[in-house]
Structures are given as structure tokens and as C-alpha cells.
């Protein structure tokens, strides 16, 4: 799948191949997909295109060394590009966990180009990882004055008061993306989660679904979905999201993270522990965001939960 990301961002030619970290949009991998930026030096023009694939066609050991080698050598021809610093931003906030190293690429590339709308998008996320709730929203906000035809950024606005348990907030936001776009899943995943926060499940579980279907089965969003059945009850339909994660695992990578978010629905720590370890273990993408993530909320006095929180060395 190949989808632009908002408006075309200018800057100086590079004839490189560059992998890159930039915004998911489909919702199958973490909020960050990391694929191939090419950049086109065609006519001098100096605008890259970018071809967003699906993150879980490898697994994260497979796919962020190689964003790290590509960004890095792009960085050793040209130090000036704000565009491989955000990427490095997000290798070392999603895949490393060296918080300190992430801030800085994110800085540096808000130095070099502050209107660059991913730098501050992405470093609103390292900032919700970190639990720095009273500033994301503010980078957020600018990734959208920045591009602001970009329906996406309206739809990770709401995401992001999501994750700083803002559900009132989530919810218009999500409201303003689904009214431009009916079908944008990842705005309907926002608005289900922000319902269910307010336990408005009803509206919380039919806007799960429709994420999930304007996804065509988004696991992300199958995991939410089976998250919502489970919290209202609905036992044996979350068993059948388990059964679907667990074959579509079988056809390519699926997050463990997402069989952890329905166990931690089912009340059963035990298993939403065995599987966040086994995200932990992968390096997955997601795995930064535990303290944010609303489904996980039941798990927060947990031992093992406070545990593993705690190997993460999230700073104080």
C-alpha cells in the first residue's frame, strides 16, 4: 500500500535511498511505521515522496537496524537534514529505549527545520512515552498548523489525548476527522478508545468496529476491539479476536502487544504479562508507550506490570 503523507515536504536534493521512520497510517504497526523514503532529485525539485508500507511485514529486529544504517549514512553525507534526525529519533525511542538519545534527534531536528510537522509529531510521542503529559499536546498541535489539510494529523491529535487520558478532548478531536473522512480508521479507533474511556461502550465497541473494517482487519484495531468485548463482558467474542490475531500471526509478523491488550481486557494479568514480555523481548514498537496506553490501565498497581515498567528505565 503507498499513500502520501500529507503535503510534500521541500528540501535540499539527496540522491539517497533512505529509510525512514514516518507516521502509520493504516494502524497495523505502532504509531511510527519506519519504510522507504525516496528522495527525488528529478528537475532539481528536492521534494521526496513516501512510500508507506506495512510496518509487520518484518518483525522490529528485522526493520529498525536498517532505518538506523540508512539514516545514519544519510546523516554522515549531510548532518543539516531533519528528516534522518526524526528518523533516528525514533529508532532510539522505539527501538533502543534511549530516551536521552531521542530527545536529542528530535531537538536537533527542530532546530534545523522547525517547519518540519513530523519532528514535532514524533516528539510529541516521545514525550507521551516519557509521561511529560503537560507538553505533548502543544507539539501536536503545531505538527497540525504545520499541515493543516492533513486529515492523519487531525485523527494522531486525538490519539495523543487519548494516551494523556484527555478522553473528552479525544473525542471532539476524533469527531472533527471522522466528519472529513467517514472511513478513516484510525480516527475511528481514537473515538471508540475515547468512548470506552467514558464507558460509553456501546459507541466505544461500533466505532472499533468500524475501524477494523475500514482497515480490513487492522491487528492494532482487532486487539482494541477485543479489548472493549472482553472489558463489557462479551467473553466469547474476544476469544474469537484471540483466535484471529493468532492466525493472521501465522501469515505475518503480529504484534504480542495486541494479544497482551485482550488478555489485559479479560482481567487476566498473567497472560497480558507473558505477552508484553514477549513485545519487550522483540524490541516491538509499542512497548514504549505502556504507560500511556489506556488498555493497561488495570494493570498499572501490578507487580510484574511495575516490574517491567521498571527494566524500561523510563527517566523521572
Known amino acids: 500500500m503507498s499513500i502520501r503523507l500529507g503535503s510534500r515536504i521541500r528540501r535540499r536534493v539527496v540522491s539517497e535511498e533512505v529509510l525512514i521512520c514516518l507516521s502509520q497510517v493504516t494502524g497495523s504497526g505502532p504509531p511510527i511505521c519506519i519504510e522507504l523514503l525516496t528522495i527525488n532529485s528529478q528537475a532539481g525539485c528536492g521534494e521526496p515522496y513516501?512510500?508507506?508500507?506495512?510496518?509487520?511485514?518484518?518483525?522490529?529486529k528485522e526493520n529498525y537496524p536498517r532505518a538506523?544504517?540508512?539514516?545514519?549514512?544519510?546523516?554522515?553525507?549531510?548532518?543539516?537534514?531533519?528528516?534522518?534526525?526524526t528518523?533516528?529519533?525514533?529508532?532510539?525511542l522505539e527501538f533502543d529505549r534511549n530516551w536521552a538519545a531521542a530527545e536529542r534527534e528530535f531537538k536537533r531536528a527542530i532546530e534545523l527545520n522547525p517547519s518540519y510537522p513530523n519532528a514535532h509529531q514524533f516528539y510529541s510521542w516521545y514525550l507521551i512515552a516519557i509521561s511529560r503529559y503537560d507538553e505533548p499536546i502543544a507539539e501536536g498541535k503545531r505538527a497540525l498548523e504545520l499541515d493543516p489539510l492533513s486529515i492523519f494529523?487531525?485523527?494522531?491529535?486525538a490519539v495523543e489525548f487519548q494516551l494523556v487520558h484527555r478522553a473528552d478532548?479525544?473525542?471532539?478531536?476524533?469527531?472533527?476527522?471522522?466528519?472529513?473522512?467517514?472511513?478513516?480508521?484510525?480516527?475511528?479507533?481514537?473515538?471508540?478508545l475515547g468512548y470506552m474511556k467514558k464507558r460509553e461502550d456501546e459507541k466505544g465497541i461500533t466505532h472499533l468496529e468500524k475501524a477494523v473494517t475500514s482497515s480490513g482487519s487492522s491487528p492494532r484495531y482487532l486487539a482494541s476491539l477485543g479489548y472493549a468485548f472482553a472489558a463489557t463482558g462479551r467473553t466469547a467474542e474476544a476469544g474469537r479476536v484471540l483466535d484471529k490475531?493468532?492466525?493472521?500471526?501465522?501469515?505475518?509478523?503480529?504484534s504480542p502487544y495486541y494479544t497482551a491488550t485482550v488478555y489485559a481486557g479479560m482481567g487476566n494479568a498473567q497472560g497480558a504479562l507473558e505477552w508484553l514480555?514477549?513485545?519487550?523481548?522483540?524490541?516491538?514498537?509499542?512497548i514504549p508507550y505502556i504507560q500511556s496506553q489506556p488498555e493497561f490501565d488495570g494493570l498499572r498497581s501490578d507487580p510484574g506490570f511495575q516490574a517491567l515498567a521498571g527494566r524500561m528505565n523510563f527517566p523521572r
Open 50 to 60: 513516501v512510500v508507506l508500507g506495512d510496518f509487520e511485514i518484518l518483525t522490529p
Open 68 to 85: 538506523d544504517a540508512a539514516a545514519s549514512k544519510a546523516l554522515e553525507l549531510d548532518d543539516a537534514q531533519a528528516e534522518a534526525h
Open 87 to 92: 528518523a533516528l529519533g525514533l529508532v532510539r
Open 153 to 157: 494529523r487531525i485523527a494522531d491529535l
Open 169 to 192: 478532548d479525544a473525542i471532539l478531536q476524533s469527531q472533527k476527522a471522522v466528519a472529513l473522512d467517514p472511513n478513516l480508521d484510525y480516527a475511528h479507533w481514537a473515538l471508540g
Open 245 to 254: 490475531l493468532r492466525d493472521l500471526s501465522k501469515q505475518r509478523y503480529v
Open 277 to 286: 514480555e514477549r513485545a519487550y523481548q522483540e524490541r516491538d514498537g509499542w
